[in-house]
Nanobody, 130 residues
Framework: QVNLVESGGGSVQAGGSLRLSCAASGLRSTSYYCMAWFRQAPGKEREGVADISIQSDGGPLHYADAVKGRFTISRDNSKNTVTLQMDSLKPDDTAVYYC????????????????????WGQGTQVTVFS
């Protein structure tokens, strides 16, 4: 059984930074996975933020247009952990952020297909105030 544990988040003034981490357990060591961050603001649909393939040495990573140049996703394969560094935060980034995992590598359309992801973390709140 896959288990995702998120950490980080909190409240920060616009222009500030936060770091989110997601540790995955229960993954098969011989398989590739796509780990992604999604977010959901009140009254809005869940949207993809960034994704990265884990348990591989390469593979593509993707960012939503809204966060390109501000957010950086990275992985630690030895710990099955993915980190999302969020810089230059804006009030529009306020949302609950969820970590999710899907079998296989990340595809270009992965961020637009939350239904592809079978396992989800509990979510962590990020609040950016002006």
């Amino acid at each position: 059984q896959v288990n995702l544990v998120e950490s980080g988040g909190g409240s920060v003034q616009a222009g500030g930074s936060l770091r989110l981490s997601c540790a995955a357990s229960g993954l098969r060591s011989t398989s590739y996975y796509c780990m992604a961050w999604f977010r959901q603001a009140p009254g809005k649909e869940r949207e993809g933020v960034a994704d990265i393939s884990i348990q591989s040495d390469g593979g593509p990573l993707h960012y939503a247009d809204a966060v390109k140049g501000r957010f950086t996703i990275s992985r630690d394969n030895s710990k099955n952990t993915v980190t999302l560094q969020m810089d230059s935060l804006k009030p529009d980034d306020t949302a609950v952020y969820y970590c999710a995992v899907d079998g296989g590598i990340c595809f270009h359309q992965s961020l637009s297909r939350p239904d592809w992801f079978n396992d989800w973390g509990q979510g962590t709140q990020v609040t950016v105030f002006s």
